[in-house]
């Protein structure tokens, strides 16, 4: 019988003691500003009923990994974790951490104040977890992939799914590289022509 459940505490957000049992995945539905200047933004989170709100620390991971526009963070991925060294008022109180984020390339190392003048790094992991694309969705994109004329116009299409969190479908990936070798003679076939006129 798992009681994990029952050590929830009454409150209006995501705590530390919600992550005791485990660190948990989490996908973001909707970003919006926080209830005071203490907690400025708050994350809603498809599986979980109350909302994350990230502190400062946590917030800087977030914008150098995924940019400062939170409207881009809809249907990403976050991984989180407690922290029971997390510090409030010099004490020990415990928080939330991020160990792992989707839509990165690979793992992140980033420079955080951990002391006043003091600072440490902190690393970020990608999520293995591969997106849900839709069939129709990964149609729409296997299409365009095809249209690519060279190498060029498919970097920005996987450039393009990469933004859009679709670039690691298998689908896509084999389509991609399947593109990439039909292109790649051509143009090296191309470049020699220019280089003998």
């Known amino acids: 019988m798992d009681i994990s459940d029952t050590i929830a505490p009454k409150s209006d957000q995501l705590d530390y003691v919600d992550l005791l049992a485990g660190p948990r995945t989490f996908t973001i ?9 203490d907690q400025p933004v708050q994350i809603d989170l498809k599986e979980f009923d109350r909302p994350w709100r990230p502190g400062k620390t946590m917030r800087r991971v977030l914008v150098v990994a995924w940019g400062a526009d939170a409207s881009q963070y ?10 029971p060294d997390v510090m409030f008022g010099g004490i020990a109180v415990g928080g939330s951490r991020i160990s792992h984020l989707s839509h990165i390339d690979g793992t992140l190392t980033i420079s955080l104040m951990v002391k006043r003048g003091k ?18 969705v990964a149609g729409d994109w296997l299409a365009t992939i095809h249209a690519a004329e060279t190498l060029a116009e498919l970097q ?8 859009q969190g679709v670039a690691r479908d298998p689908r896509l990936i084999a389509a991609k590289d399947e593109r990439k070798t039909l292109l790649t003679p051509d143009e090296e076939a191309a470049e020699y022509e220019e280089t003998q006129r």
């Open 74 to 83: 809809v249907g990403r991925r976050v991984r989180l974790f407690g922290d």
């Open 29 to 37: 539905t909707g970003v919006r500003r926080g209830p005071s200047p």
């Open 119 to 136: 600072s440490a790094p902190y690393v970020v992991h990608p999520l293995d977890e591969a997106p849900q694309v839709s069939d129709d």
């Open 156 to 163: 920005t299409v996987w450039e393009d799914a990469r933004k």
